[in-house]
């Protein structure tokens, strides 16, 4: 069946803008996650959705970070007033559920702020 | 921040040749993943081994894992040039257990 995928897989913005990241996780699965990665680093956790609720969003870094996940299917990443440092390939991942599931990932959208 | 740590950064064999990457992490486990990604993109799942297990194969890939050392290894056998890529281990550690914990990966080239 269809992996996870994710739109746009290339976002540019400028300083400040509003940004969308979208998710769409294999089908059935109940676990969905955000990870960012930097050039050269691992994955980093963002937030962990179990059904439509956020369990774990201790990665988030600020407050411009947003995930919201309303029918326990798609979601979307918020980020508001875009800053230089959140250029980075932001992943996202899903799996069956608890416990302890396989994590399979998308192929990740590339934002770039100017 | 990050639990793991990968050695070496970067590794480059020849074709045929076994290849080694180790991975040391700081904190108790319920389980330890090794991933692979190619071209800075999409990470593709190897293999699970849960804290209770040693050893695990899967094709040509080796994975051990020792908790008394707080790491883990693994070995690609037979290497070919479509190996080449980054490799990641994650952690899912017993109080988060539902995300991981990634290293900084190593960086495998198969020279042909």
């Known amino acids: 069946g269809a992996g996870v995928s994710q739109t746009p897989s290339n976002k540019v913005t400028e300083k400040g803008k509003y940004v969308e990241l979208r998710c769409d996780p294999i089908s059935g699965h109940t676990a969905l996650y955000w990870y960012r990665q930097s050039l050269g680093q691992g994955p980093e956790f963002l937030i962990y959705f179990q059904g439509t609720g956020a369990a774990d969003d201790s990665g988030l870094p600020n407050d411009r970070f947003f995930a919201v996940r309303p029918e326990g299917s798609v979601s979307t990443l918020k980020i508001q007033r875009t800053e230089r440092g959140d250029s980075a390939v932001y992943l996202c991942?899903?799996?069956?559920?608890?416990?302890?599931?396989?994590?399979?990932f998308g192929p990740g959208t590339r934002l770039t702020v100017l | 921040s990050q639990q793991g740590e990968e050695d070496p950064q970067a590794l480059s064999i020849q074709e045929g040749e076994n290849a080694t990457m180790n991975c040391s992490y700081k904190t108790s486990i319920n389980n330890l993943q090794w991933y692979r990604q190619n071209s800075g993109r999409g990470l593709v799942h190897l293999i699970l081994i849960r804290s209770n297990e040693r050893e695990k194969h899967s094709g040509r890939l080796r994975v051990t894992l020792d908790t008394s050392k707080k790491s883990s290894s693994l070995l690609i056998t037979a290497s070919r040039a479509a190996d080449t890529a980054s490799y990641f281990c994650?952690?899912?550690?017993?109080?988060?257990?539902?995300?991981?914990?990634f290293g900084q990966g190593t960086r495998l080239t198969i020279n042909p």
């Open positions: 994650a952690t899912a550690t017993i109080q988060g257990a539902q995300k991981l914990v």
């Open positions: 991942a899903s799996s069956p559920g608890p416990p302890l599931d396989t994590q399979y």
